[in-house]
């Protein structure tokens, strides 16, 4: 079945320690999105990739990066985490943008736990 | 600025019992999106619906159905029957034509339906 992969589902880092987190899709989409959810609250946008092109939210901070290497694969690189970047992190793609009114596949997320 | 109000923070039925999601948004573009998304305790966001601003028919989709107003910028969610497989968060979320920065979601209703 064509899906959004996420490894790993947990990932436990210590505070300043560099993590990545990554991101598969054999959907073939040229959207990849990253997102952050904390509990109890909506995901919000960091960034997205459409194709090599990337889009960073205003309001992203910069310890948060992104890679794609090719199609398939996404990665989200967080270089000094501090306690309040324990979240779900959520990966997405769609086929094109959302303003074309694609919708959006969503992979399980990978739980950050920064300690 | 685009925004999604969802009012209902947590709703709790009993099985059988219909429920209705509400959904409010707010747009000053013409052509936008509106999306419903499902995040089971697992944790992963699953796409229900998409519907364009120019389509106001409502949708009926086993017990699921929606119920798009464009005079009262609504999209409202109804469950037909709930079954406690349907507890869960659900969003929903507007996607503007002209907006490159895809969706925006609303703060999410949980739904507990008890046995």
Redesign the interface.
């Known amino acids: 079945d064509a899906m959004v992969i996420q490894n790993p589902r947990y990932q436990v880092t210590q505070f300043g320690k560099p993590v990545t987190l990554s991101c598969s899709q054999t959907l073939n989409h040229n959207v990849m999105y990253w997102y952050q959810q904390k509990s109890s609250q909506a995901p919000k946008l960091l960034f997205h990739y459409y194709d090599k092109d990337f889009n960073n939210e205003a309001d992203t901070p910069d310890n948060f990066q992104s890679r794609r290497p090719n199609t398939s694969f996404c990665f989200l690189d967080i270089r000094s985490p501090g306690l309040g970047d324990a979240a779900m992190y959520l990966c997405a793609t769609s086929q094109e943008r959302g303003r074309r009114g694609y919708e959006q596949y969503f992979g399980p997320g990978t739980r950050l736990t920064v300690t | 600025a685009q925004k999604v109000t969802q009012a209902q923070t947590e709703i709790s039925v009993v099985e059988k019992e219909d429920v209705t999601l509400d959904c409010v948004y707010e747009t000053r573009d013409t052509t936008y999106?509106l999306?419903w998304?499902k995040q089971p305790p697992?944790?992963?966001?699953?796409?229900l619906i998409?519907r364009?601003s120019f389509d106001e028919q409502n949708e009926i989709s086993g017990r699921y159905s929606w119920n798009f107003q464009k005079s009262t910028s609504s999209f409202n969610f109804t469950i037909t029957a709930s079954q406690v497989v349907d507890s869960a968060v659900y969003?929903c979320a507007l996607?503007?034509?002209?907006?490159?920065?895809?969706?925006r979601?609303?703060?999410?209703t949980?739904l507990t339906v008890k046995p």
Request: proline share 0%; hydrophobic share 35%.
């Open positions: 999106y999306f998304y697992s944790g992963e966001l699953v796409f998409r364009n969003f996607g503007e034509l002209y907006n490159n920065n895809d969706m979601f609303g703060a999410g949980r």
